[in-house]
Nanobody, 126 residues
Framework: QVHLVEFGGGLVQAGGSLRLSCAVSGRRFSNYAMGWFRQAPGKDRDFVATISTGGGTTRYADSVKGRFTISRDNAKNTVYLQMNGLKPEDTAVYYC???????????????????WGQGTQVTVSS
């Protein structure tokens, strides 16, 4: 059974920083690309960032480019999302996800992911 658990959400003032973590079990983590997505109230779930198996390839949504950084530690089976310069519009529930296909590359498409974490709330006050 594959499990993903996110940590690190919370309440922060605009301009502040948070670091989200996502611990993965039940699958050989280093063989799978990972992604972060978010869903604001009343909106669809949107792509945030993705990272390849070895971490050499990353992609970001335009809205977070230059402010957020995705990384991974394959020895710890964990993917991270460092969020700097947070804005009120970043308020959402953030989800990590693991790619459906082994050895495939980073992807911004939610359909390419088959297991998801429970989500962690990030709230940015103005």
């Amino acid at each position: 059974q594959v499990h993903l658990v996110e940590f690190g959400g919370g309440l922060v003032q605009a301009g502040g920083s948070l670091r989200l973590s996502c611990a993965v079990s039940g699958r050989r983590f280093s063989n799978y690309a990972m992604g972060w997505f978010r869903q604001a109230p009343g909106k669809d779930r949107d792509f945030v960032a993705t990272i390849s198996t070895g971490g050499g390839t990353t992609r970001y949504a335009d809205s977070v480019k230059g402010r957020f950084t995705i990384s991974r530690d394959n020895a710890k089976n964990t993917v991270y999302l460092q969020m700097n310069g947070l804005k009120p519009e970043d308020t959402a529930v953030y989800y990590c996800a693991i790619r459906r296909q082994v050895y495939y590359g980073a992807s911004s498409r939610s359909d390419d992911y088959d297991y998801w974490g429970q989500g962690t709330q990030v709230t940015v006050s103005s």
